[in-house]
């Protein structure tokens, strides 16, 4: 992104300051965001679809707080951590926990939009509009 | 709105249309010369009265919304925001003809935008995430509540199928300790924080790492005192909670209806 560049990491280096140059930070900063136009009034794209996808999940339910349940006896494995360096165990559960994340819509979104790149193939568009005036 | 008449689509006898990117002012030069966005398209404006769309040709027949598209049209707003105002347009909205981007577009919606561009004059949007460091706080709500504690010693050495709802009972309390030690946490954060911020917007998260995802919008007078207190801050929550931002980016989480209250 061009504006990033003016602004990287400085001080004492606690702050993460990442340049947002992959897809999936792309595709967090413009979700779901920028000024709506009416839908009557734009034409339908072709996989535009996936961007909809709803990003905010339903936390009180059954399988999450299964999810919540696990990630809790994880800590076992620092609190019994044997012989292993108690770093090694955190930057482990880590990596499974972000494997793990319960915000699994967004990453479906982001993995569909993907596996469509590069994708030059032409397919049928939809040639219709929704247009219409409103007669109010 | 409730449609007020059978909604039909009509068949687009063209395969070109116009990619909207956003909405700025009206100016000569407002858009550089040579800026290209999705498809490699140029980006030109269309304007109206005082305020202009930036627009570029797109081939309807293609699919639309993969990698190179999403990342040429957030290029297209950064730089369009490294330079001026802009409002940003939903990514994929498009219309059919000039004709269509003046009347549907910018003639009802004139004095709305430019209001809005004199709001975001000035000032750059940065994107806050904070995050609890999981084992952190996870070790922290067992220790705190003696259920949570049992329910953990109960279940942790048990098969994944046993003991089920003893394990979806610790889960629950746990998202809700979680969510206690959230609202406190957000509070503090925010209250340190805003004071440096002309607008803020929250976004919805969720996980058990998650804290904070909040979009400030940032008057550029302020921007190094705001990133030298958010260093401040990272440094001294870094034993509990990630900080990580984002920015500056466009202002898209600035055009809607509620952020100004």
Not at chain 1, 44 to 65: C, F, H, N, P
Not at chain 2, 133 to 138: P, T
Not at chain 2, 185 to 198: F, G, H, K, M, Y
């Amino acid at each position: 992104m061009t504006v990033q560049q003016s602004s990287q990491r400085r001080g004492g280096g606690y702050l993460q300051r990442p340049a947002p140059s992959g897809l999936a930070d792309v595709i967090e900063i413009i979700l779901d965001k920028g000024i709506v136009i009416d839908a009557y009034v734009r034409v339908s794209l072709v996989g535009i679809e996936l961007l909809t996808i709803d990003a905010r999940i339903v936390i009180a339910s059954v399988d999450t707080y299964l999810r919540f349940a696990e990630a809790t006896n994880r800590l076992d494995l620092i609190e019994h951590g044997g012989g292993k360096p108690l770093d090694e165990f955190i930057g482990n559960m880590q990596e499974s926990g972000a494997a793990k994340k319960v915000g699994g819509a967004v990453k479906g979104a982001k993995k569909a939009i993907t596996s469509g790149d590069d994708d030059e193939e032409r397919r049928p568009a939809r040639k219709s509009s929704s247009r219409r005036r409103s007669e109010a | 709105m409730a449609p007020t008449t059978t909604e039909a689509d009509l068949v687009v006898d063209t395969d070109r249309g116009y990619f909207v990117y956003g909405v700025v002012a009206q100016a000569p030069g407002r858009v550089p010369e040579g800026l290209t966005g999705v498809g490699g398209a140029p980006v030109r404006s269309v304007g109206h009265g005082p305020v202009a769309a930036v627009v570029g040709e797109i081939d309807l027949q293609r699919t639309t919304g993969r990698r190179a598209d999403l990342v040429a049209y957030s290029e297209v707003l950064d730089e369009l925001a490294s330079t001026g105002a802009v409002a940003p347009v939903q990514f994929g909205s498009v219309l059919l003809d000039e004709q269509s981007i003046i009347e549907e577009l910018l003639a009802p919606n004139e004095q709305h935008f430019a209001g809005l561009l004199d709001q975001l004059a000035g000032r750059a949007q940065f994107n806050l995430r904070a995050s609890f460091h999981e084992h952190v706080v996870l070790g922290e709500v067992v220790t705190a509540d003696p259920e949570i504690r049992r329910l953990h010693e109960l279940t942790r050495d048990l098969p994944e199928e046993a003991a089920y709802a003893d394990r979806v009972r610790l889960g629950e309390l746990v998202a809700r300790a979680l969510e206690d030690k959230r609202v406190l946490e957000v509070e503090a954060l925010l209250d340190s924080i805003l004071p440096l911020t002309a607008a803020y917007s929250l976004r919805s998260g969720a996980g058990i790492e998650h804290l904070l995802d909040v979009a400030l919008l940032v008057d550029d007078e302020r921007r190094s005192e705001f990133e030298d207190h958010l260093e401040g801050l990272a440094e001294a929550v870094h034993e509990r909670i990630g900080l990580r931002l984002v920015g500056p980016v466009a202002p898209y989480d600035f055009v809607g209806g509620d952020t100004w209250g």
